[in-house]
């Protein structure tokens, strides 16, 4: 019986040994495709990738770089950084089209509210200049998108109404209905086309006006046309002299067949001279009979 537990005892102690050393092997061979998958794929994957997509990313950035280049209403100063950045590094791409080009474009737009307001009127050049104090992207971005409008609409205003103020009838009409439209474009219709078009009108009525006939006087409205004066009419305030026949008239005594003249005071002269003749023969006839009577009674 003790022989037997001594037995199994050694076997036991023998065959220990082996069970420990092939527990190892089997645990090891369980975790070794887990061990020998990641280096397959990792080389395929992680190495490659970032390289690639940093060398995409500096491509699209040159791409967006050149588009504002190729933008007619690009400033002078986002050109000089835009050109500066495709001339550096990948990271000088990036910086532009993050912070550069907006800092370079605050620059052009001061220049271009400078240029605006130089030449213009009282309303634009206040807005102008408060947007350059301010020198925010905010204000300088409100002057060039809205305010500028509404401050020239302000100045065209007055100036449709100086020109109101020294214009003829018809300038004054067509003034007055653009300002009461109230509208930018009829305001600008007006200072671009309206005040001509009005001072045009304006200049044919004069015109007409200076060249209209003179009325001759003693002839009502009619204009003179040149024509010799009728008899009887009256030239430069004087009567015109009248030469007639007095076709009934007698002869008076030794000139017979003749006519007498008249005197140009029309016909009761001619029948007074006509009258003073037949008197004058009946004086010398009875003077004739007087003398004739002492003969007789002698």
Known sequence: MKLARISAIVAA??????????????????????????????????????AHGSDSSADDDRVAILRILADKNTGRAVREAAQKALDGTP?????????????????????????IISDGGPSLQEAGEAALTANTPEAIKYFLEVGQYKAKFEDDQVKVSQIINAGGPEVQKAGKAALRTGTPESIK??????????????????????????????TGDKPTTGDQPKPGTEVSGKPAAVVTSAPNAAAPAGNSGTELASTGAGDTPQWAVGGAVVALGAGAGLVLMNRRRPSAGR
């Open 189 to 218: 219709y007006f200072l671009e086309v309206g005040q001509y078009e009005a001072r045009a009108k304006d200049k044919a009525a004069e015109d007409a006006a200076n060249n209209k006939p003179t009325p001759t006087p003693g």
């Open 13 to 50: 102690a023998a065959i220990a040994p082996a069970v420990l050393f092939s527990s190892p092997a089997v645990a090891a061979e369980g975790t070794q495709p887990v061990t020998t998958s990641a280096p397959d794929t990792a080389p395929d994957t992680k190495p490659a990738d970032p």
């Open 91 to 115: 990271e000088d791409l990036r910086y532009f089209l993050e912070v550069g080009q907006y800092q370079a474009r605050l620059q052009d737009d001061r220049v271009r509210i400078a240029q």
